[in-house]
């Protein structure tokens, strides 16, 4: 498989940025383990297939973390000699409360039974963070969703729930009473701190995280009157892809001022958007990833109640 930048094509390499794309978190965390960091050869030789099929098309609202799944079942089913998928969002009760769902539950080569919980995530620091490495500083575009609230939910609840029914995940994954069941967590994305400041990651992020900028609507409009950059919308599922840094660079997508402008008259209005950015007489392979907010932001506007 080529690492040739790419554009619209990446579609066509599910593979390599699901699971080559750095990671978000530190290897151990809350002590779980990453599964990236437990299958390195594995995944490096998946990369390198050529045979990896072209992704089919997927509508363009498809929630992002629906779509990441999609991928990553795509890789495993690509290296059954490494993985096989037993069970996927697999839904786990209390009686009948339900506990919550395991996204996957695998069968390594060695039969270990994997529980893998994945998750995609764009987290954004906060103007008025006096703490860059504290997780309740970084928040999602979408401001409920926060770096805190998804790291304990995912360490006290998602990943514990497997051992709280190994027999009858055993059971369901027909293999032997008893089997031992390793919880992993899988998580990719992007941290972006303010365009004015210098890139920032919060505590126990991995070292190599993919960064980028924020900017708020009104500092994008003035930016881009400029005239300074070149700039490539990203639509949603672009998103994904641009996780892994490189991937969507090519100088013939990068416009200008003038070509974003009317792009944005005739797209669909509203932020939050991503864009690649780069200065121009730069190499367009040095663009980098710039998150634009609403102005509001991270307030969370709730509906006014009618009178």
Not at 40 to 58: F, K, R, S, Y
Request: charge should be neutral; hydrophobic fraction near 40%.
């Amino acid at each position: 498989m080529s690492n040739n930048p790419i554009s619209n094509r990446y579609t066509e390499l599910p593979c390599a940025w699901a699971l080559q794309s750095p990671n978000l978190m530190q290897s151990i965390l809350g002590g779980y383990r990453d599964f990236c960091s437990k299958y390195p050869l594995e995944i490096q030789a998946l990369g390198a297939q050529a045979n990896v099929p072209t992704a089919t098309d997927h509508p363009a609202r498809l929630p992002l973390g629906i779509y990441f799944e999609q991928q990553l079942a795509k890789a495993f089913n690509q290296a059954p000699e490494h993985w096989r998928i037993c069970l996927r969002n697999y839904p786990i009760y209390a009686g009948k409360r339900t506990m919550g769902e395991l996204d996957f539950l695998l069968e390594a080569a060695d039969k270990t039974l994997l529980h893998v919980e994945a998750a995609i995530k764009f987290y954004l620091l906060t103007p008025t963070a006096t703490s860059p490495a504290a997780w309740s500083n970084w928040v999602g575009p979408n401001a409920a969703d926060r770096l805190d609230i998804k790291l304990e939910r995912m360490l006290s609840h998602q990943l514990p729930m497997a051992a709280s029914v190994a027999a009858e995940l055993n059971e369901a994954a027909a293999r032997e009473p008893g089997a031992d069941i390793q919880s992993l967590y899988l998580m990719k994305g992007v941290f972006f701190s303010h365009w004015r400041t210098a890139p920032k990651r919060p505590a126990k992020a991995y070292a190599g995280a993919t960064t980028g900028e924020w900017m708020y609507e009104s500092e994008f409009w003035r930016e881009l009157a400029r005239g300074e950059r070149l700039w490539r919308p990203l639509s949603k599922l672009e998103w994904l892809a641009a996780t892994k840094p490189g991937w969507l660079i090519e100088p013939d997508t990068m416009l200008d001022h003038n070509r974003i402008a009317a792009f944005l008259t005739q797209a669909e209005r509203g932020f939050p958007r991503l864009f690649l950015s780069v200065t121009h007489k730069t190499r367009a392979d040095s663009a980098q990833l710039t998150m634009v907010v609403n102005d509001h932001w991270p307030e969370i506007k709730r509906p006014s109640r009618s009178t």
